[in-house]
Structure formats: structure tokens, C-alpha cells
């Protein structure tokens, strides 16, 4: 367990933001996560993991936890599944990436998505038709208040659309500090629905595509729309695409017949948020060093100096941009301190 004082959260978060933590602790394993529980009152922590899906205002006067805990493993197997097992301190993308070395399927929609298997099942991402949910074995994490160690299933985890009971319910009493998965080692189920993907397959004059096939279609397709953090400072989608009733959105469609739109049920609709912004005229519009991506108009990106501030006001501006002509509210998607 490491712990520090006055440090720059500069290289913890995505966005690039120089703010600083008081007080700033890392651990890397669940003893040492429990040892720190120990010596400070809940309501003082600060969860710190990959630092993809937040945006920080101002400095941090909480103590920092930054949860480190490394490794991977497999848990058990058959001859159509494996389980696997990540520690929340885990990179994302390199996680799916061991998966696919050993050919085991069901996250290859989800390369290239920033942050740790940690926050995963917190925002319950998802990309390309998949998330996180429809391979969800189960999460172990350690209550707070009470250091107790509990297994959630998936039943347990309220899944919704980016979102989850620790986004809700249980917001702010857990940390999870590790994932298990569910994933297949034959018959992959290959979700190729989004045009992109079956776009690039042809292109690449693929016919029979597997599962790493996929991911470097998700890859490509990623890299070409989004920036990359390490070179231009984002958090990934900023926004939440709306999810709105179908009779709303076939109003909108007679003023905007090109509208796009994903089903959801029968009576309602998602539309992409990344349109809307765009339809407002805001792809790559800039306010000093904050500004709208010029390939993806859901991504917000910090040009340099921006604050978190900066950004936040950005985004305040674009929502009501996209009410005044939509009727519909944006939801963000990251996380906002």
C-alpha cells in the first residue's frame, strides 16, 4: 500500500485534468484495500480505477483509494464455456485481448473500450450490439462500512442500459475488486448487426469471420471515429444515446426523416446522440481548449489546457442546444465531480 499526499490526478483520468488529491492512496491487493477502509471514514473516499468515465471539476479533498489490483485467471471450463476471472485493476482492453489469445468468445465487441474491468460492470458497457451483461458471471466486492466481501450475481446487478444498482441503489458502498465471465471456446455467437462491422469485414474481403476478426473490425472502427486518450484527452462517449417512446420519435421523423434509430421494444426507440449533436452543428466545435470531436460529435475532448469546468459547461451547452430543437435531454454518461 502506497500513500502520498498532494498529488496530480493528471495521469488517473483520461480527460488529462490537472487537479490534485490531498491525500492519495494505492493498493493492490484486497488486504491492503481493507487496510485502507480501516484507517479512513467511508465518507471520505474517493474510488479511483482506470479514470475513463469521470470528469473532475475541482481538486480532490477525499482521499483518494486507487484500486490497483492486478491479475487473471481462468475458474473453470467445459468444452463449450470457460469462466474467467479478472482483478479490477485490470486494462480493459487488455484483458480482452488474453481472451481472445485463447480463443474465447463474447467480448470481442467490446475492444478498445478505456478503462479497468473494475468500473465494467458499474456503467455496464457496451458497444457494437454487446454489453457487458450478456457475459456476466458474477462480481466480488468489499462493502465499505463493513469490509464484508460479497458475490454478486447477475440478477443482483439491476443491468440497464448504462447502468447498474451500483450507479443506483448501491451507489457509493461498494468497490468491486473483481469480475468473472462467462465465455464460449466453440460455436461463437458473432454479433456483426452494426453496419460498420460488416462494412469492414467486406472491405477486408472477409466471408468467414472469427472472433479476433471482429475485434480488429471493433478496433479499426474505434480508431478512425474516436481519439485516442493517451494523444488527445477524452472519456469516450460523453453522452448517453437517448432512449425515447416510438410515438416521440415518429414526430421527429416527419421533421427529420433521415433520423436514425435502434428499436428497443415496442414502444420505444434509441437514437444515436452523436446525430443529434451533430445535427445541431456542434462536430467539432471548440470553446478554447474544450471542445466536440470532429469525427464523433458524442465525444468531448480536452485540447490541452481545458478544465473540468470548461468541459462541463461545454456539455451544459450542448444539451440545451439539443432540447431547443429535439425535446429531448441528454443524459451524460461519465461520471461528474
Given amino acids: 500500500m502506497q500513500v ?31 487496510k485502507a477502509l480501516q484507517q479512513t471514514y467511508a465518507s471520505e473516499i474517493f474510488i479511483l480505477g482506470g479514470g475513463s468515465n469521470m470528469l473532475l471539476t475541482q481538486d480532490i479533498s477525499k482521499t483518494v483509494l486507487h484500486i490497483g489490483l492486478t491479475g487473471k485467471q481462468i475458474i473453470s471450463e467445459t468444452e463449450d464455456e470457460v469462466v474467467v476471472e479478472a482483478n479490477a485493476g485490470e486494462n480493459w482492453h487488455q484483458f480482452v485481448l488474453w ?100 462494412d469492414w469485414l467486406v472491405g477486408e474481403k472477409i466471408t468467414k469471420p472469427g472472433i479476433k476478426d471482429i475485434s480488429n473490425a471493433v478496433i479499426a472502427i474505434r480508431q478512425s471515429k474516436l481519439p485516442d486518450p493517451r494523444v488527445l484527452g477524452n472519456s469516450g462517449s460523453f453522452f448517453k444515446n437517448p432512449i425515447i417512446r416510438k410515438v416521440e420519435y415518429l414526430k421527429l421523423r416527419e421533421k427529420f426523416p433521415e433520423i436514425p434509430s435502434y ?49 462541463l459547461d461545454l456539455s451544459k451547452e450542448i444539451r440545451n442546444k439539443i432540447f431547443s430543437e429535439f425535446k429531448i435531454k441528454l443524459e451524460t454518461e461519465v461520471n461528474i465531480f
Fill in 4 to 34: 502520498s499526499e498532494n498529488v496530480s490526478l493528471k495521469n488517473y483520468n483520461t480527460f488529462g485534468i490537472d487537479v490534485n488529491a490531498r491525500k492519495f492512496i494505492s493498493v493492490s491487493s484486497p488486504e491492503e484495500l481493507r
Fill in 99 to 198: 481472451t481472445l489469445e485463447r480463443d474465447f468468445g463474447g467480448l470481442e465487441n467490446l475492444s478498445l473500450i478505456p478503462g479497468n474491468v473494475g468500473t465494467a460492470p458499474i456503467q455496464n458497457i457496451g458497444a457494437y450490439g454487446v454489453e457487458l451483461k450478456d457475459v456476466f458471471e458474477s462480481c466480488t466486492a468489499i462493502q465499505i462500512q463493513t469490509l464484508e466481501e460479497v458475490t454478486f450475481k447477475p440478477e443482483d446487478c439491476e443491468f440497464g442500459y448504462r447502468n447498474s444498482v451500483f450507479k443506483q441503489r448501491l451507489k457509493d458502498q461498494y468497490i468491486i475488486t473483481s469480475v468473472r465471465f462467462r465465455l464460449s471456446k466453440t460455436q461463437h455467437q458473432l454479433h456483426t448487426g452494426y453496419g460498420a462491422i460488416n
Fill in 263 to 311: 428499436p428497443i421494444d415496442e414502444d420505444k426507440v434509441k437514437v444515436p446522440a452523436g446525430w443529434l449533436i451533430d445535427k445541431v452543428g456542434l462536430k467539432g466545435y471548440r470553446r478554447g481548449d474544450a471542445g466536440v470531436h470532429k469525427n464523433q460529435a458524442l465525444v468531448l475532448v480536452n485540447y490541452g489546457e481545458a478544465t473540468g469546468e470548461e468541459l
